[in-house]
């Protein structure tokens, strides 16, 4: 059964560094997504984009977010300069038109 | 070290017996529901959806109920099973393409 992939699993990072967090959806699948999880409290949405574009964004994803879909397999999220704040679980999610979305395992951020 | 979060609201039941997850959605302008069941370590899976057109959907051995006069959502688990121990999450969907989730009730089946 397909299903997404995200790598790294575990990224440790210094405060103030970028990193870029990498999924690969399922590959007939339309929408792209991005959500973080703080440790203990709820998913929380970050983007979602499609035909190449973002399509919503939350209050979270500010300017040291941006999302890229640099060929026709891979998703990544760059978080341009890593605050303490950033150390999360993110998961990355896509869909077919009409059906629901699929989770990656996560790819789990530690900013020190 | 000790994590800090949320308190997540928990709900023990007995193996065998039926359970029943409760949600408070945000916006009335949400169109579509989905219930997702989250394991310790890993991403949410997809249980069972409800578009708002509808008031009840039910699927295998799980039933959403919807009443949007009170932005309520709710999940029942029937003969809930040991593996069906998880932290379960609601979903809204509003804007076409943006979600929003619950906070979570952690579902505890005792054998």
């Known amino acids: 059964e397909p299903e997404v992939t995200q790598t790294p699993s575990h990224q440790v990072t210094q405060m103030g560094q970028e990193v870029i967090l990498r999924c690969v959806p399922i590959?007939?699948?339309?929408?792209f997504y991005w959500y973080r999880q703080i440790l203990g409290q709820k998913v929380e949405f970050l983007v979602s984009f499609y035909n190449n574009e973002i399509s919503e964004k939350s209050e979270i994803f500010d300017d040291q977010f941006s999302v890229e879909r640099p060929d026709g397999s891979n998703f990544t999220l760059k978080i341009r300069s890593t605050k303490l704040e950033d150390s999360a679980m993110y998961f990355c999610?896509?869909?077919?038109?009409?059906?629901?979305?699929?989770f990656g395992p996560g790819t789990r951020l530690t900013v020190t | 070290g000790e994590s800090v979060g949320l308190h997540l609201p928990t709900l023990s039941v007995q193996e065998g017996d039926n359970s029943i997850i409760n949600c408070a959605y945000s916006?009335?302008?949400?169109?579509?529901f989905i219930w997702y069941k989250q394991e310790s370590g890993k991403g949410p899976q997809f249980i069972i959806d409800i578009r708002s057109n509808m008031d009840k959907r039910q699927g295998q051995r799980v039933t959403v109920l919807l009443n949007k006069t009170v932005k309520h959502l709710s999940l029942q688990i029937a003969a809930t099973q040991p593996g069906d121990s998880a932290v379960y999450f609601c979903?809204?969907?509003?804007?076409?393409?943006?979600?929003?989730f619950g906070s979570g009730t952690k579902l505890n089946v005792k054998p």
């Open positions: 999610a896509s869909r077919k038109a009409g059906y629901e979305q699929y």
């Open positions: 979903a809204e969907r509003y804007n076409f393409n943006k979600f929003y």
């Open positions: 590959s007939n699948h339309l929408y």
């Open positions: 916006n009335s302008a949400s169109d579509y």
